[in-house]
């Protein structure tokens, strides 16, 4: 019971009803029985009441320290300076208003800009030292009296600065991971995004070149070339629909494309121009590869396939998947050539050496010396236990 008061994080009303403990503990207790200490030297005591009224008076503002901090320092340092200095509360017992002096300081650097608390820490420590120092006699010299000053009430003052310090911190810290995190997300959705536009409307652009070129001489190929360009487009909707559905709250994680939709893919190039010979060798059953492996291994062969459709159709092109107890090797070579203006590296090559970067995996791609063009993969994994 005990360990899961101190674990949980306090609400509002119990750091008020710890604040108030504390006010009846030291403003009850402590400072009234400080109050009632005979003088050091004998004379004169005060009355009960007086003792009593002037310990309420130095403990009881703590129970609205954390509302009003900076006023509740003021009010409790200007009382112990009055009581020292009349003799309500002789100095041998100033430990207790000190404490309530801490306290206040200890709240005053949590809440308060650092120049406020500062100014206000110093203004009160001075104001008690001076009573300190005016009722030194024999007790300790007025050196000793500021530096006991100091001793008892600026460390409580540290305490509290280096944790708001430490809170300020962890929260930039906090903010920072948000954007990263942020950041990280819209890299992702725009390299998935990238993937399913450029491969839908390389297979829209050259089916719509075909019916446009044959509108004419033959319309029932050109019709079959606008029914692709239908269906092409409409799969497209459906992906950039469960791209961006991911970032909405409360819309459920459809399934995402991996290894077992390549011949899928493979039929939607042949429509471009590209006979693609699809070879998956698995070496595990099926499900062992983590879904984010699998859809990377898709677009990284989705968009090697859409740059031969792009650029070399019509060509052949192999693409062999290899899926091993810890890796997965994705090989797509093609026999196609390639403009000049081409042979540099694209945002499609950008955005699969990317994918591969994420899995910690080998990326290679680059023309073949006997012709064509290679694009390799490595991508390593992780089996669950």
């Given at each position: 019971m005990t360990a899961l008061l101190l674990s949980r994080r306090l609400r509002p009303v119990d750091l008020y009803t710890v604040d108030a403990l504390l006010a009846v503990?030291?403003?009850?207790?402590?400072?009234?029985?400080?109050?009632?200490?005979?003088?050091?030297?004998?004379?004169?005591r005060e009355?009960?009441?007086?003792?009593v009224l002037v310990g309420m008076a130095l403990g009881l503002p703590l129970a609205v320290r954390r509302r009003w901090p900076i006023t509740v320092a003021v009010v409790?340092?200007?009382?112990?300076?009055?009581?020292?200095?009349?003799?309500?509360i002789p100095n041998f017992a100033?430990?207790?208003?000190?404490?309530?002096?801490?306290?206040s300081f200890y709240t005053v650097a949590m809440s308060a800009a650092t120049r406020r608390s500062i100014l206000c820490a110093a203004g009160c420590l001075a104001?008690?030292?001076?009573?300190l120092v005016l009722t030194a006699g024999d007790l300790w010299s007025r050196t000793g009296a500021v530096v006991y000053a100091a001793v008892m009430i600026a460390p409580a003052w540290l305490i509290g600065w280096l944790i708001r310090e430490r809170r300020a911190l962890a929260a930039r810290q906090g903010e920072h991971l948000i954007r990263q995190a942020a950041t990280e997300e819209r890299l992702r959705v725009a390299r998935e995004l990238h993937d399913v536009v450029a491969h839908t409307l390389s297979l829209i652009v050259v089916k719509a070149a075909v019916a446009n070129h044959v509108a004419e001489a033959d319309p029932r190929e050109a019709g079959a070339a606008l029914r692709v360009i239908e269906e092409t487009g409409r799969n497209a909707l459906t992906d950039v629909?469960?791209?961006?559905?991911?970032?909405r709250e409360g819309t459920p994680y459809a399934p995402t494309p991996?290894?077992?939709?390549?011949?899928?893919?493979?039929?939607q190039a042949a429509i471009g121009g590209v006979d693609v010979q699809l070879d998956v060798r698995r070496e595990e059953p099926e499900g062992v590869v983590p879904e984010s492996v699998g859809l990377a291994v898709y677009r990284i062969v989705q968009e090697a396939v859409t740059n031969v459709v792009k650029h070399a159709a019509p060509a052949t092109c192999r693409a062999t998947v290899t899926v091993t107890p810890r890796e997965v090797r994705?090989?797509?070579?093609?026999?196609?050539?390639?403009?000049?203006?081409?042979?540099?590296?694209?945002?499609?090559?950008?955005?699969?050496?990317?994918?591969?970067?994420?899995?910690?995996?080998?990326?290679?791609?680059?023309?073949?010396?006997?012709?064509?063009?290679?694009?390799?993969?490595?991508?390593p994994y992780r089996m669950a236990a």
């Open positions: 503990a030291v403003g009850g207790l402590l400072c009234p029985y400080a109050a009632l200490e005979s003088p050091l030297h004998g004379g004169v009355p009960l009441w007086v003792s409790i340092s200007g009382s112990t300076t009055v009581a020292l200095i009349t003799g309500v100033a430990a207790a208003p000190a404490f309530a002096i801490g306290l104001l008690v030292s001076v009573a629909r469960r791209v961006l559905g991911v970032l991996g290894v077992d939709e390549l011949p899928v893919l493979a039929r994705v090989e797509v070579t093609d026999d196609g050539r390639r403009p000049v203006s081409n042979a540099g590296e694209g945002h499609g090559l950008i955005g699969m050496r990317e994918r591969v970067a994420l899995h910690g995996g080998e990326f290679h791609a680059g023309p073949r010396s006997d012709g064509g063009f290679a694009v390799t993969a490595n991508l």
